[in-house]
T-cell receptor, first 112, second 113 residues
Framework: DTGVSQDPRHKITKRGQNVTFRCDPISEHNRLYWYRQTLGQGPEFLTYFQNEAQLEKSRLLSDRFSAERPKGSFSTLEIQRTEQGDSAMYLC??????????FGQGTRLTVV | GENVEQHPSTLSVQEGDSAVIKCTYSDSASNYFPWYKQELGKGPQLIIDIRSNVGEKKDQRIAVTLNKTAKHFSLHITETQPEDSAVYFCAATLKAAGNKLTFGGGTRVLVKP
C-alpha cells in the first residue's frame, strides 16, 4: 500500500500526558498537511510543510502542539499536556505542489 | 479567510435516485474545489475535483458543477447505490495559500435499498 500511513490508529491517554503521532506521506509528495476533525464536523487545517519547511500554522495550533518534518519525509505531531478538548481525529494528507491532497486513515485521540 | 457552507447536512435517498449536495464559498480567489467521501472510521477519500477554469466535470456516476459568479459548487450522484452511503465533504482552496483546504460541514448521505 503506497498511500498515506498514520500511526497509531487509536490513542487513549490521560489528561496531562504528552502524545506523539506519526505520518508517512506518499513517497514522492513534497507537501504534508495536518488537520483535526471533531465528531460531526469537517476537517480543520492545523499546519503544513513543503519538504522540511513548516510554511504555515493555524491559530488552532496552540503552544502545546508542535509538528516536525525533519528530513522532508515523515512528520510527527506532538501534543504536550493533553486536555480533554484535544480529543479528535488527527488527519494527515500529502500532495505534490498544486496537486490534489490524499489523506491517511487518521489517528483517533481520546483524552480521559 | 475562506468560509465554506454545505447543505443539506443529511440526505436520504432511495437506491437508484439522484443525490445533490450544494456548497458555497466566500473567497472569490479560491480556485480549486475537491470533494471527499468519508466512511466511518476512515480518512477522507478524494472522489472528484474541479478547478476554477472549468464549469463542469463528470466521472461515471459523479459530476461536479461550479458557478464562479455565484460562488457555489455542487456534487451530483446519479443512480445511487447502497455503497454510496457515507459522509461527503466539499472543500475550497487557493493555490497562493499553499492549497490548504477549507472544508464544509459535511453531508451524511443514506441510500436506502
Amino acid at each position: 500500500d503506497t498511500g498515506v500511513s498514520q500511526d497509531p490508529r487509536h490513542k487513549i491517554t490521560k489528561r496531562g500526558q504528552n502524545v506523539t503521532f506519526r505520518c508517512d506521506p506518499i513517497s514522492e509528495h513534497n507537501r504534508l498537511y495536518w488537520y483535526r476533525q471533531t465528531l460531526g464536523q469537517g476537517p480543520e487545517f492545523l499546519t503544513y510543510f513543503q519538504n522540511e519547511a513548516q510554511l504555515e500554522k493555524s491559530r488552532l495550533l496552540s503552544d502545546r502542539f508542535s509538528a516536525e518534518r525533519p528530513k522532508g519525509s515523515f512528520s510527527t505531531l506532538e501534543i504536550q499536556r493533553t486536555e480533554q478538548g484535544d480529543s479528535a481525529m488527527y488527519l494527515c494528507a500529502s500532495s505534490l505542489v498544486n496537486r490534489p491532497a490524499f489523506f491517511g486513515q487518521g489517528t483517533r485521540l481520546t483524552v480521559v | 479567510g475562506e468560509n465554506v457552507e454545505q447543505h443539506p447536512s443529511t440526505l436520504s435517498v432511495q437506491e437508484g435516485d439522484s443525490a445533490v449536495i450544494k456548497c458555497t464559498y466566500s473567497d472569490s480567489a479560491s480556485n480549486y474545489f475537491p470533494w471527499y467521501k468519508q466512511e466511518l472510521g476512515k480518512g477522507p477519500q478524494l472522489i472528484i475535483d474541479i478547478r476554477s477554469n472549468v464549469g463542469e466535470k463528470k466521472d461515471q456516476r459523479i459530476a461536479v458543477t461550479l458557478n464562479k459568479t455565484a460562488k457555489h459548487f455542487s456534487l451530483h450522484i446519479t443512480e445511487t447505490q447502497p455503497e454510496d452511503s457515507a459522509v461527503y465533504f466539499c472543500a475550497a482552496t487557493l493555490k497562493a495559500a499553499g492549497n490548504k483546504l477549507t472544508f464544509g460541514g459535511g453531508t451524511r448521505v443514506l441510500v436506502k435499498p
